[in-house]
């Protein structure tokens, strides 16, 4: 089955810089790879996601690239918020499969 | 006017007793889930429901038993509760069981305290 792994497990940054978050899976079959906030006291909410026939995708502040060839992806999360502390979860899916979720990582923005 | 709702949010029993999660959808998705969160985060997959059948299990004790009455409601049923069993509990909610399944829609979660 998939493996998800997610790093940093925590991140914590200055108010306007940036953060980086990444993930690397197994299953080659994969082609499908959401990132989830999760903010105290709420469920996980999708943010970005990426599929396989794409390299990188930007909404506002936000972009994931994807390495295939490597099986990595990443979240970049410019000009930083204290809004943007929660917890993130990056995921995997292939043909049929379910999302695995990597371990999580609790970003937390200092103003 | 929330997509998925699940009751009750926080939920504190002893070892031994029965509990219900209740978890209802009024988006129209076809598939729902529970997924269990542990202390350290992680989020694993316990079971999954399309239009009301059982599709996935995911090597949960059958102590757990969810029931789907509708494809808008799925209830998680524990019994004998361990302590093992604190953790907080998502039901979540896909469109169908096609591509768009990738897609979670997640409840606030359920805080399971098992004294």
């Known amino acids: 089955g998939e493996n998800v792994e997610q790093h940093p497990s925590t991140l914590s940054v200055q108010e306007g810089d940036s953060a980086v978050i990444k993930c690397t899976y197994s299953d080659s079959a994969s082609n499908y790879f959401p990132w989830y906030k999760q903010e105290l006291g709420k469920g996980p909410q999708l943010i970005i996601d990426i599929r396989s026939n794409v390299g990188e995708k930007k909404d506002q502040r936000i972009a994931v690239t994807l390495n295939k060839t490597a099986k990595h992806f990443s979240l970049h999360i410019t000009e930083t918020q204290p809004e943007d502390s929660a917890v993130y979860f990056c995921?995997?899916?292939?043909?049929?499969?379910?999302?695995?979720f990597g371990g999580g990582t609790r970003l937390m923005v200092k103003p | 006017d929330t997509a998925v709702s699940q009751t009750p949010k926080y939920l504190v029993t002893q070892m031994g007793n029965d509990k219900s999660i209740k978890c209802e959808q009024n988006?129209?998705?076809?598939?729902m889930y529970w997924y269990k969160q542990d202390s350290k985060k992680f989020l694993k997959i316990m079971f999954s429901?399309?239009?009301?059948?059982?599709?996935i299990n995911e090597t949960v004790p059958n102590r757990f038993s969810p029931k789907s009455p509708d494809k808008a409601h799925l209830n998680l049923h524990i019994n004998s509760l361990e302590l093992g069993d604190s953790a907080v509990y998502f039901c979540a909610s896909s469109q169908d069981l096609s591509r768009a399944r990738e897609k979670l829609f997640f409840g606030s979660g359920t805080q399971l305290s098992v004294l």
């Open positions: 995921a995997a899916s292939g043909a049929g499969n379910m999302l695995t």
């Open positions: 988006l129209g998705h076809d598939t």
């Open positions: 429901y399309n239009n009301k059948e059982l599709i």
